[in-house]
């Protein structure tokens, strides 16, 4: 939908307008890609046998003129013919899973964007059409029974009901639009930090030039300010209708929130929304029999949406969601319904990743009423963060017992004996593979050919998705994932079997999946602390340098670092036995020298065990606590606002949620010791990986030294958390020093001392290093 508010003109598809809806219906999971299958095998073969009479997809357009609107429309029909008397007759095939015949009433009731469809290439056709002869053709994709319904005045009359609403929210639209060249908000520069205002020019340059912009800055710099007024600029400007911030942290994403709060304190001017996860959403639903895995209540069960409660958006973020449980609780609604039905009503979505770069969520925002990439600015925060998250959305797994499980749970139902067979021999495939072994390219054209069956089978024969079991439904998804992926080469689809009984699979380049996604949008900007080294950066998006420009923030060069590199030492897996004492001594000093708590940072849990149980013998007086695993958002919160508080030494995680999604130590925790540049595991995967670069050096390069070093430095950033903070880094590993590691530090580390013997220790845990 294209809408221009000044010109008061809107361009959109038949099937658009007929399925305008302000809050998308959850499909219920689980039917996509094979239900379009199936129903474009029926269309084609319902239009065959109806050659002789009628001509088929016959584009039909045309302009009306509705509540001071030109609406554009333009369409294809299935079905075109002229009567006796010259006048068009339109059909449109439907293929439907529902039981069939049904009273025509019904079939209104359950499908009433078909019958607007019909209705619209009529109303195109201006006064001369055949009204009585147009039909909707209904076929049950199961049981093959057809059912044809004539259009009726009603239909007509249902339309006009909806281009009502369609104009109510293009009047919505066009007002927002205009109150916003008056927008006004608490900018940054009427306070100023240092090498804000710079920072924010160099910015401004960079995007009239890119349209892809990259920002490093240095944690507490306000980062997250500056490049929400750019965007904001860009909407009073009238360049941009709405501004998406995604985040792969919640933490990431309340923090944009109040952001938000702050720069437009009393609410008026900015609404804001933060689109939660499904799982939050579940919680807080009110209809019986929703699942969390399955969406079990029936669309048509729901109550009629509140559009004009949603059209009262307060401004704010949380209380937006505020209101969405309210009213899911007074209308007796799904909330994540509602969530949707708010978006549209929002100028600033802030959410995670998955709802841009996911292709199971994506939809979710891509379909929004009114939604135009081309008219949106994109802020990517912890951009770091994205290439790996991309990859796990476009990942998956299948598993040989939830196979099996599944092909008994269709025995229940009359379903197409291909697909339960097919889903068999899948599960046997997988038991034949190399456990830790990628799958070969003959294997690999065996699981493309199971997986193009078991979806050529559900197209033909659809499955009463309500009815299965939540693994069941979760099985089948995968299938769609994989073939996903397979189908597009130039992201290198790679499959492997983990463990016995198990197959997985990721893209081998996530680049460019990502830089598709960006092209279409006005303008995209990615943020971090860390995106150097930035060559490395771009090309996980799949862009080149000259597509995208780097602006570097630069503070006020106050040195907030004390750092050393701590020669002693070399924390490889070999090294690390023959060094535990000297790594647990070296660990001992700089808590006893501290004063406060010490944040000791290991590559895996089994080594910070083995440090923890030799630091309990040799003193036994420093109270210590290794991070707990599996804690929820909450429980992470509380474990790092409480434990430096009683502790003296915290043994956490490079690359851990401590490393990455944890601000509660800035300013509590001002020492920390980093074991060992954080190189990932060498699995079979990352082998893999670096198989796929020209040299073993520069495979290791961007696969373990960049993500490796890129831990060190988040886990170092956790303790800085604004520009008042100050902290103490002990570099515990040689390797620190090799040019190759040491130029992927980061660069605000100010001079950092060398510790070569134990004088040199000794010196710098006195203080005098
Ligand atoms: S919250 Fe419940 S009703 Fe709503 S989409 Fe999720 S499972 Fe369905």
Same mark, same amino acid.
């Given at each position: 939908?294209?809408?221009? /508010? $000044?010109?008061?003109?809107?361009?959109?598809?038949?099937?658009?307008?007929?399925?305008?809806?302000?809050?998308? &219906?959850?499909?219920?999971?689980?039917?996509?890609?094979?239900?379009?299958?199936?129903?474009?095998?029926?269309?084609?073969?319902?239009?065959?046998?109806?050659? =002789?009479?009628?001509? @088929?997809?016959?584009?039909?357009?045309?302009?009306?003129?509705?509540?001071?609107?030109?609406?554009?429309?333009?369409?294809?029909?299935?079905?075109?013919?002229?009567?006796?008397?010259?006048?068009?007759?339109?059909?449109?095939?439907?293929? #439907?899973?529902?039981?069939?015949?049904? +009273?025509?009433?019904?079939?209104?009731?359950?499908?009433?964007? %078909?019958?607007?469809?019909?209705?619209?290439?009529?109303?195109?056709?201006?006064?001369?059409?055949?009204?009585?002869?147009?039909?909707?053709?209904?076929?049950?994709?199961?049981?093959?029974?057809?059912?044809?319904?004539?259009?009726?005045?009603?239909?007509?009359?249902?339309?006009?009901?909806?281009?009502?609403?369609?104009?109510?929210?293009?009047?919505?639209?066009?007002?927002?639009?205009?109150?916003?060249?008056?927008?006004?908000?608490?900018?940054?520069?009427?306070?100023?930090?240092?090498?804000?205002?710079?920072?924010?020019?160099?910015?401004?340059?960079?995007?009239?030039?890119?349209?892809?912009?990259?920002?490093?800055?240095?944690?507490?710099?306000?980062?997250?300010?500056?490049?929400?007024?750019?965007?904001?600029?860009?909407?009073?400007? *009238?360049?941009?209708?709405?501004?998406? %911030?995604?985040?792969?942290?919640?933490?990431?994403?309340?923090?944009?929130?109040?952001?938000?709060?702050? !720069?437009?304190?009393?609410?008026?001017?900015?609404?804001?929304?933060?689109?939660?996860?499904?799982?939050?959403?579940?919680?807080?639903? /009110?209809?019986?029999?929703?699942?969390?895995?399955?969406?079990?209540?029936?669309?048509?069960?729901?109550?009629?949406?509140?559009?004009?409660?949603?059209?009262?958006?307060?401004?704010?973020?949380?209380?937006?969601?505020?209101?969405?449980?309210?009213?899911?609780?007074?209308?007796?609604?799904?909330?994540?319904?509602?969530?949707?039905?708010?978006?549209?009503?929002?100028?600033?979505?802030?959410?995670?990743?998955?709802?841009?770069?996911? +292709?199971?969520?994506?939809?979710?925002?891509?379909?929004?009423?009114?939604?135009? +990439?081309?008219?949106?600015?994109?802020?990517?925060?912890?951009?770091?963060?994205?290439?790996?998250?991309?990859?796990?959305?476009?990942?998956?797994?299948?598993?040989?017992?939830?196979?099996?499980?599944?092909?008994?749970?269709?025995?229940?139902?009359?379903?197409?004996?291909?697909?339960?067979?097919?889903?068999?021999?899948?599960?046997?495939?997988?038991?034949?593979?190399?456990?830790?072994?990628?799958?070969?390219?003959?294997?690999?054209?065996?699981?493309?050919?199971?997986?193009?069956?078991?979806?050529?089978?559900?197209?033909?024969?659809?499955?009463?998705?309500?009815?299965?079991? *939540?693994?069941? #439904?979760?099985?089948?998804?995968? !299938?769609?994932?994989?073939?996903?992926?397979?189908?597009?080469?130039?992201?290198?689809?790679?499959?492997?079997?983990?463990?016995?009984? &198990?197959?997985?699979? !990721?893209?081998?380049?996530?680049?460019?999946?990502?830089?598709?996604?960006?092209?279409?949008?006005?303008?995209?900007?990615?943020?971090?602390?860390?995106?150097?080294?930035?060559?490395?950066?771009?090309?996980?998006?799949?862009?080149?340098?000259?597509?995208?420009?780097?602006?570097?923030?630069?503070?006020?060069?106050?040195?907030?670092?004390?750092?050393?590199?701590?020669?002693?030492?070399?924390?490889?897996?070999? =090294? @690390?036995?023959?060094?535990?004492?000297?790594?647990?001594?070296? !660990?001992?000093?700089?808590?006893?020298?501290?004063? *406060?708590?010490?944040?000791?940072?290991?590559?895996?849990?089994?080594?910070?065990?083995?440090?923890?149980?030799?630091?309990?013998?040799?003193?036994?007086?420093? @109270?210590?606590?290794?991070?707990?695993?599996?804690?929820?958002?909450?429980?992470?919160?509380?474990?790092?606002?409480?434990?430096?508080?009683?502790?003296?030494?915290?043994?956490?995680?490079?690359?851990?949620?401590?490393?990455?999604?944890?601000?509660?130590?800035?300013?509590?925790?001002?020492?920390?010791?980093?074991?060992?540049?954080?190189?990932?595991?060498?699995?079979?995967?990352?082998?893999? &990986?670096?198989?796929? %670069?020209?040299? @073993?050096?520069?495979?290791?390069?961007?696969?373990?030294?960049?993500?490796?070093?890129?831990?060190?430095?988040?886990?170092?950033?956790?303790?800085?958390?604004?520009?008042?903070?100050?902290?103490?880094?002990?570099?515990?590993?040689?390797?620190?020093?090799? /040019? $190759?590691?040491?130029?992927?530090?980061?660069?605000?580390?100010?001079?950092?001392?060398?510790?070569?013997?134990?004088?040199?220790?000794?010196?710098?845990?006195?203080?005098?290093?």
């Amino acid at each position: 939908m294209k809408i221009d /508010p $000044e010109t008061q003109t809107v361009m959109l598809g038949v099937r658009e307008l007929s399925e305008f809806e302000i809050c998308q &219906r959850s499909s219920g999971r689980g039917a996509g890609r094979w239900r379009l299958e199936a129903g474009r095998t029926w269309h084609q073969t319902i239009q065959g046998e109806s050659q =002789e009479e009628f001509d @088929r997809e016959k584009s039909i357009s045309g302009r009306i003129e509705r509540g001071g609107w030109s609406i554009q429309i333009d369409g294809r029909c299935d079905l075109f013919r002229l009567d006796e008397a010259g006048l068009p007759v339109f059909g449109e095939i439907k293929t #439907v899973t529902d039981p069939l015949p049904l +009273p025509a009433s019904e079939l209104r009731a359950r499908f009433p964007a %078909y019958f607007r469809q019909l209705a619209c290439y009529s109303l195109l056709a201006g006064e001369s059409y055949n009204l009585a002869k147009s039909f909707l053709l209904f076929l049950n994709i199961d049981t093959e029974i057809r059912q044809t319904v004539a259009l009726g005045p009603e239909d007509l009359e249902s339309l006009e009901t909806h281009l009502d609403s369609l104009v109510e929210f293009l009047q919505f639209t066009a007002e927002q639009t205009a109150s916003r060249v008056q927008l006004e908000w608490n900018s940054f520069r009427a306070h100023p930090r240092a090498g804000q205002v710079q920072a924010s020019e160099d910015l401004a340059c960079a995007e009239k030039t890119h349209r892809v912009v990259g920002f490093q800055a240095q944690t507490g710099f306000g980062k997250t300010r500056i490049v929400l007024e750019h965007a904001l600029e860009a909407i009073r400007a *009238g360049k941009a209708d709405r501004i998406l %911030y995604l985040t792969g942290k919640i933490s990431g994403q309340e923090q944009a929130c109040t952001e938000a709060r702050q !720069l437009f304190p009393d609410s008026q001017g900015l609404r804001s929304f933060r689109m939660r996860n499904h799982r939050e959403h579940w919680a807080a639903c /009110p209809l019986d029999g929703c699942l969390q895995d399955k969406c079990a209540p029936p669309a048509e069960e729901r109550s009629a949406l509140p559009v004009a409660e949603l059209i009262r958006h307060p401004g704010h973020a949380e209380e937006a969601w505020d209101g969405i449980r309210e009213l899911a609780e007074n209308f007796h609604h799904c909330p994540y319904s509602l969530s949707r039905g708010l978006l549209p009503f929002s100028d600033l979505w802030i959410a995670d990743y998955n709802y841009l770069f996911s +292709p199971s969520s994506r939809h979710i925002f891509l379909e929004q009423p009114g939604f135009d +990439p081309a008219r949106t600015w994109l802020l990517i925060d912890e951009a770091h963060n994205l290439p790996d998250r991309t990859s796990s959305a476009l990942g998956g797994r299948l598993d040989t017992r939830l196979l099996q499980n599944a092909a008994e749970d269709l025995r229940e139902f009359r379903t197409d004996n291909t697909l339960k067979a097919t889903l068999r021999e899948i599960a046997r495939e997988i038991e034949n593979l190399h456990p830790d072994r990628m799958v070969d390219s003959a294997t690999l054209f065996v699981f493309t050919d199971l997986f193009e069956t078991a979806s050529d089978s559900l197209a033909n024969s659809p499955l009463p998705w309500r009815e299965l079991t *939540g693994d069941t #439904v979760s099985t089948l998804q995968a !299938l769609e994932s994989a073939l996903f992926l397979l189908e597009r080469e130039e992201l290198h689809p790679l499959l492997w079997s983990p463990s016995p009984g &198990r197959l997985e699979w !990721l893209p081998l380049e996530v680049g460019p999946w990502i830089a598709e996604t960006l092209s279409g949008f006005a303008q995209s900007v990615f943020f971090s602390a860390t995106l150097d080294p930035f060559p490395s950066f771009v090309s996980n998006f799949g862009l080149t340098e000259e597509q995208c420009q780097l602006v570097r923030a630069e503070a006020d060069g106050t040195h907030r670092f004390r750092t050393a590199i701590d020669t002693r030492v070399q924390t490889t897996l070999r =090294e @690390r036995k023959r060094n535990a004492s000297r790594t647990t001594e070296t !660990l001992r000093d700089l808590a006893e020298s501290s004063g *406060g708590c010490v944040a000791a940072f290991f590559p895996s849990f089994e080594y910070a065990e083995t440090i923890q149980t030799y630091l309990e013998a040799i003193a036994p007086h420093l @109270r210590s606590v290794l991070q707990p695993r599996d804690l929820n958002a909450n429980e992470r919160e509380e474990f790092a606002r409480t434990a430096p508080l009683s502790h003296d030494v915290l043994f956490l995680m490079l690359g851990g949620s401590f490393a990455e999604a944890v601000d509660a130590f800035g300013g509590i925790v001002e020492t920390a010791m980093i074991i060992g540049p954080g190189l990932p595991e060498l699995s079979t995967l990352n082998r893999i &990986r670096m198989d796929a %670069y020209p040299n @073993r050096e520069e495979g290791f390069h961007e696969v373990c030294r960049i993500p490796g070093m890129r831990r060190v430095n988040q886990a170092i950033g956790r303790l800085v958390r604004s520009l008042e903070h100050r902290a103490t880094v002990l570099l515990h590993d040689r390797r620190f020093l090799e /040019p $190759e590691y040491h130029d992927l530090l980061r660069k605000d580390l100010g001079e950092i001392a060398t510790i070569r013997n134990e004088g040199d220790w000794q010196d710098w845990i006195g203080g005098a290093g």
